[in-house]
Each structure stands twice: as structure tokens, then as C-alpha cells.
């Protein structure tokens, strides 16, 4: 995620996209605020952190440089 987010334009390299996503999981690891899935609320919580990170992935991903780490030849048999 880091060297797709540094490969992209300064436009949305610039902001972090992530950033609520850290904030909402340091939050839940160091317990300062409790994450109860049996409620809505906290349902909710979990399920706008991550929709909000497959957008920030989308975007980065779609807009990013794209690598070829597999290179694929065809050949054509012409002589029929």
C-alpha cells in the first residue's frame, strides 16, 4: 500500500488517505474506545472504516503506476 500511495500523483500523495482508518484502529487496540459488533453502532463503525479504505485502495490502485511482474508473450502461428 505504502509504494503504490508513493508511486501515485502529489495530488493524492499528498493526503493520506488512510488516515481515519489508522486513527480508528490505534484507537481500538489501545481501547479508548470500545468496538461492540452486536450493536448497530459499533457495526457501523466497522463496516464505514473499511468501505472507506476500499475506496482510498480503489482509488490508489486505479490511478497508480501499473506493474507488470509477470510478462506474458503471445505468438501467433501465421503460416495457416
Known amino acids: 500500500y505504502q ?7 502529489t495530488g493524492f500523495s ?4 488512510a488516515t481515519p482508518q489508522h486513527s480508528f ?4 487496540v ?3 474506545e470500545s468496538l ?3 450493536a448497530a453502532i459499533g ?4 463496516a464505514s472504516t473499511l468501505v472507506s479504505l476500499d475506496g482510498a485502495m480503489v482509488i490508489t490502485f486505479y490511478i497508480g503506476v501499473v506493474f507488470s511482474f509477470i ?3 503471445v ?3 501465421l503460416t495457416g
Open 3 to 9: 509504494m503504490a500511495e508513493s508511486l501515485i500523483n
Open 14 to 17: 499528498s493526503r493520506r488517505m
Open 25 to 28: 484502529v490505534l484507537i481500538v
Open 30 to 32: 489501545t481501547r479508548s
Open 36 to 38: 461492540n459488533l452486536r
Open 43 to 46: 457495526a457501523t463503525k466497522l
Open 71 to 73: 510478462q506474458v508473450t
Open 75 to 77: 505468438q501467433r502461428n
